[in-house]
């Protein structure tokens, strides 16, 4: 008996996968940086450039939205379906709702600065959280939506 793992033939279709150089969506990405590093300018310029993924179906979750001038300007310029200044599970459920009822379209969701403002860990609104980042790619349509998680790194 052979210990070496092999691919698994499986129909590459049932992933709904996309690609665009250097990205493959779906996918959940993390960017991290201190207080004025560029997280917010990184934003802009990522959704900019994958606009031919998910034409404009961008859903922006940030405490920090009235203040951000780079946030402003993503709405602004219409870069951004719907935005959102707080985070719950039940405002995760609705976008997801709305979206799995739109199945041929993929969807960017990204969370900024919400660290705060999310369920802490073992409590039931925390493992709802937590089972969504897990099953980000399942939990709607297959392949249908991505995540980005812009947040500030603090030093002790």
Known sequence: MSLKIKPVEIDESKYNKEELEPFVFPSLSVYIGSVASG??????NLISLLQPIFKGNVILISPTILNDPIQQKMIED????EHYDFFSNDLMKHILDTIKEDKDEKYLIIL????????KHGTREGRCRNSYISQYRHRTNEGQVSLMFFLQYFKD
């Open 78 to 81: 219409d870069l951004i379906l």
């Open 39 to 44: 997280k917010s300018t990184m934003a802009f």
């Open 112 to 119: 900024d600065d919400i660290l705060s403002m999310t369920p």
